[in-house]
């Protein structure tokens, strides 16, 4: 292995994935190591990726950065939820909204007593109790740490911004912190003769980057971890079948909503995702279904308002990196892995990764166990994140094309498939403890793609049937009442500029 201490780290790609991963080195390390991130304005970067979610709340927290200058910035807005129509049936639609829904009980969640409420004679929708779904739905948003005068949590949230804004914004701030940037074009890639580790980057213009530990973030190109390393890539096209994407922005929406909408199609979906000063549209698609011309006209047929571009086409591959660290090589963003930006997860991977590495940065040289953990992490994280999306596929009852027949026959890997079984027969979901997604996002996503649980946990019976119309009234009310007084989101956001 590599026992020489590290001393200089070299990021390659100025994305997303580069200059997060820039900041956040720049912020742990300080300037205890020389780091230096190359980036080609020829090539320039994938430029789509605008909605997260809750937890790049920390990232941008752990670097300090100031919420109101960062949306200024970044023209972003707020986000509670996503919403998806057409999934489960054309026509039905659902949130997953995030934080959590009604009030949890020891030992028995929300959903079994609304489940056993759903026997009454007006049953209401799950997400009557879902404070961000409500809040959402009437474009509403204010800070709210909790529903005043209870315990109960109040919203939580993420936001849509514009990734290139994004990147440049973190490039301030890391070059402040003292990341080095070199503009140019990677041409060669030299490797130690004996180890086979990189040892420096030679750019077009003839100017050598010599360094210790390099992080691959050249995106699809993955020149280091791929065409230099030969990392080897696991394929999940046959669970997750869409293999495109169109992506167009449109004309500023009047007042933004707080969600990102998930439209599905006969052959893929559509997202919308509203900013400040435009509204990000893509259409991801399988090319086995639509051809690029049909996928361009559903695409924009469907905008919310007058397309301001060109649509561009992405081809992609579904899967991940077997080895995202090798020898002293650690790819970040889609170099190391994708998975379609259903419930946008994209940035949070590079978030999670680039924490990864500083957990795990090998000061005093680079040691076996280190990678080796690495890696463990990063493939469990990916394949419960690859379940999770596989279900909105999975769980379809529509009859309309080819596309939905065959994800509905599909065979699911045994965790997701064992998950589904139970959550049907007895309405019981356990999160394994290393899952990004919460119960409550589950329960959302089964609810909505319609497998109602059969049965409901004994325990919501310990309540007599007037305790329950109780319990659920009351915390409709709660709601209600919250959801009331809050604020438009586009007040929210006409403050954040000063307005
Ligand atoms: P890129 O943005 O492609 O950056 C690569 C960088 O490497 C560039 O700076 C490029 O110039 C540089 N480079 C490449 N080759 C060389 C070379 N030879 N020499 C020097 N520099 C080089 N994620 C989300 O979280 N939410 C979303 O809503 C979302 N939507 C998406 C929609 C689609 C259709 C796709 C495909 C992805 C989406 N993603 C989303 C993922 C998100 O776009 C990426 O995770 C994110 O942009 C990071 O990309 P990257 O930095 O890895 O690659």
């Given at each position: 292995m590599n026992e020489s201490k590290i001393e200089r780290l070299v990021i390659v790609g100025g994305g997303t994935a580069g200059w997060m991963t820039a900041a956040l080195m720049a912020k742990v390390l300080g300037r205890a190591i020389d780091i230096v991130l190359v980036e080609s304005d020829k090539i320039g970067s994938v430029g789509v990726g605008e909605a997260t979610i809750p937890p790049i709340l920390h990232f941008n927290r752990a670097l300090g950065l100031d919420e109101r200058e960062f949306l200024r910035e970044t023209k972003g807005t707020i986000k509670l939820g996503i919403q998806f129509e057409n999934?489960?049936?054309?026509g039905e639609s659902y949130m997953h909204a995030f934080g959590t829904i009604g009030k949890n009980f020891p030992l028995c969640d929300f959903h079994h007593y609304w489940r056993r409420s759903q026997q009454g004679a007006t049953p209401a929708s799950?997400?009557?109790?879902?404070l961000n779904y409500q809040a959402a739905i009437h474009n509403k948003f204010a800070h709210l740490a909790q529903i005043q005068g209870t315990s109960l949590p109040g919203l939580t949230y993420a936001y849509h911004f514009d990734a290139g804004l994004y990147a440049r914004f973190l490039r301030r701030y890391s070059e402040r912190s003292g990341v080095r940037r070199i503009e140019g074009t990677v041409d060669h890639v030299q490797r130690h003769p004996d180890s086979g580790h990189v040892d420096s980057l030679l750019l077009e213009n003839g100017e050598r980057i010599a360094g210790d530990l390099f992080v691959d973030c050249t995106g699809m190109a993955a020149l280091l971890i791929d065409k230099t390393l030969g990392v080897d890539y696991e394929d999940w096209s046959h669970w997750l079948p869409c293999d495109r994407a169109q992506a167009v922005p449109s004309a500023a929406p009047r007042a933004p909503a707080p969600y990102t909408r998930a439209i599905a199609h006969a052959a893929g979906w559509q997202w919308q995702i509203p900013l400040q000063h435009r509204t990000g549209n893509g259409l991801v698609y399988s090319s086995a279904h639509y051809s690029d011309e049909q996928a361009r006209e559903i695409l924009l047929s469907h905008l919310p308002g007058e397309a301001l571009a060109e649509p561009k086409t992405i081809a992609f591959r579904t899967?991940?990196?077997?080895?995202?660290?090798h020898k002293n090589v650690i790819s970040i963003g889609l170099s190391s892995g994708f998975l379609e930006p259903l419930e946008s997860t994209s940035i949070h991977l590079i978030q999670t990764a680039a924490t990864r590495l500083a957990k795990l940065f090998p000061h005093r040289g680079i040691q076996p166990e280190e990678i080796a953990e690495y890696n463990r992490q990063s493939q469990v994280e990916m394949e419960r994140i690859r379940d999770f999306i596989i279900l909105h596929y999975k769980a379809n009852a529509r009859h309309d094309s080819d596309f939905w027949r065959a994800c509905a026959t599909m065979d699911v890997p045994d965790g997701l498939r064992e998950k589904m079984a139970l959550f049907a027969k007895t309405g019981k979901l356990f999160r394994d403890y290393d899952d990004l997604f919460s119960e409550a996002a589950w329960q959302q996503v089964l609810i909505g793609q319609g497998?109602?649980?059969e049965d409901y946990h004994?325990?919501?019976?310990?309540?007599s049937e007037q305790q329950l119309a109780e319990l659920m009234q009351n915390l409709k009310i709660l709601i209600d009442g919250t959801v009331a007084k809050l604020p438009q989101h586009a007040q929210f956001l006409r403050a954040v500029n000063g307005g």
């Open positions: 999934w489960w049936k054309t799950l997400w009557d109790y879902s899967g991940r990196r077997r080895e995202p660290w497998i109602l649980p004994p325990l919501a019976d310990n309540l």
